[in-house]
């Protein structure tokens, strides 16, 4: 299953970002065997209703969840018609530490 | 003549030029005063009289999922992200909707896409005093887009004479449409760091759309050496200052107008539209 996790930068080892639409990068995680790949968020610097646009990257890499630190209302819409499960993390961590969190099941699912 | 009220900062008194100057022109001739603040309008607290009020609609897409194939093509036109295509339905988002109609002539056909009208405010018409006509732009709460309402606003004043449009604070997209079109444009401004920040901010918006400026200090203590100083820098005029006073406060905190209780005023703001034409290049 791919999750997504909102991030600063390319790696797991790049903060998270709290942000959802204005993300720099989207880190998308195989979670069967750890594999990884970095999506430049090419909305991060749009003017205005990057939300759903940004959702659709994920819909278009069949991500099935997503870690984030805030999703807002528009973009919100779009994951849940699409089936993509929300979950929030917020603790200023890396994306590993937010990916090590996912698996513990320790994360809140908005 | 079209002129505009504008300042930057919010509460440097546009409202109150606008007012007491179409005020004292409508004492000798036809006015017609525009309320373009469409956030909160409140020239009509200036001038209550009764109003015919018309709403302003907008044309938004409506999609119908049964002739729809989704194939993305509105989605990938729309510039404001309004559209989302899923795999088997159409997700709308009305306030990112800028009502340009390019998804209708991108679906294929048309088949699938019909505008319908939405409401998103009113403009209402008033004549509350013999030569002046009030239309005062309102926006519905909640709506983003005010632009179509100054537009609407705008459009029933075009053709009179004399047009006075009393624009919102800012800079952004009211402000510009506001601005558009007009011969000149007083800006009404505090001396206070803040004041002379927005103000800075206001000229150049009003040169980057060629409407010819002039300065009026509001509140006035004295101490305006930082405004002048800039008004200098720039080539700009000083048209009218008005002091800090308790009793002009009192007046217009009252809803009252400083020209009508205080007559010998007019004379200043008769001089300030003689001033205003002379910008404009006009007699």
Known sequence: MKICFTAQGETLESPAEDRFGRAPYFIVVESEDGSFEAIKNPYADGGGGVGPRAAQVLIENNVKALVSGQVGGNAKEVLAAAGIAMYTYKAGGTVKDAFDQFTKNTLVRS | ?283
């Not at chain 2, 956030?39 to 119908?64: G, Q, R, S």
């Not at chain 2, 444009?185 to 901010?201: A, K, M, N, Q």
């Not at chain 2, 009252?254 to 005023?265: A, F, S, V």
């Open chain 2, 1 to 283: 003549m079209k002129l505009a009220i504008a300042s930057g900062k919010g509460g440097t008194g546009k409202s109150m030029v606008a007012a007491n100057l179409a005020y004292t022109l409508s004492l000798t001739e036809p006015v017609t005063l525009v309320d373009c603040d469409v956030e909160e309008p409140n020239l009509h607290l200036f001038f209550p009289a009764a109003a015919t009020t018309t709403d302003v609609t907008v044309p938004v897409p409506v999609i119908d999922e049964f002739a729809c194939k989704h194939c993305r093509k509105c989605e990938d036109f729309c510039q404001f992200g309004a559209l989302t295509v899923l795999e088997s339905r159409v997700l709308f988002f009305p306030e990112l909707c800028h009502s340009c109609g390019g998804c209708t002539l991108v679906c294929p056909k048309g088949a699938a896409i019909h505008e319908e009208q939405k409401r998103i405010g009113t403009v209402s018409i008033s004549t509350p005093l013999p030569n002046l006509k009030l239309i005062s732009g309102m926006l519905d709460t909640g709506i983003p887009h005010a632009v179509p309402i100054i537009r609407t606003a705008k459009k029933l004043a075009s053709g009179d004479p004399l047009v006075i449009c009393d624009t919102a604070p800012g800079t952004s997209c009211p402000v510009v449409e506001t601005l558009d079109g007009c011969d000149a444009c007083i800006l009404v401004t505090e001396s206070t760091p803040f004041g002379l920040h927005d103000l800075r901010l206001a000229v150049d918006v009003a040169a980057r759309l060629g409407v010819p400026i002039g300065i009026v200090i509001n509140r006035s203590d004295g101490k305006d050496q930082a405004t002048l100083a800039f008004c200098t820098d720039h080539d700009l005029e000083v048209m009218m200052t008005i002091p800090f006073e308790r009793e002009i406060a009192a007046i217009q905190s009252r809803g009252d107008l400083l020209c009508r209780i205080r007559p010998e005023w007019q004379k200043a703001f008769a001089a300030l539209f003689i001033k205003c034409s002379a910008l404009s290049g006009g007699d």
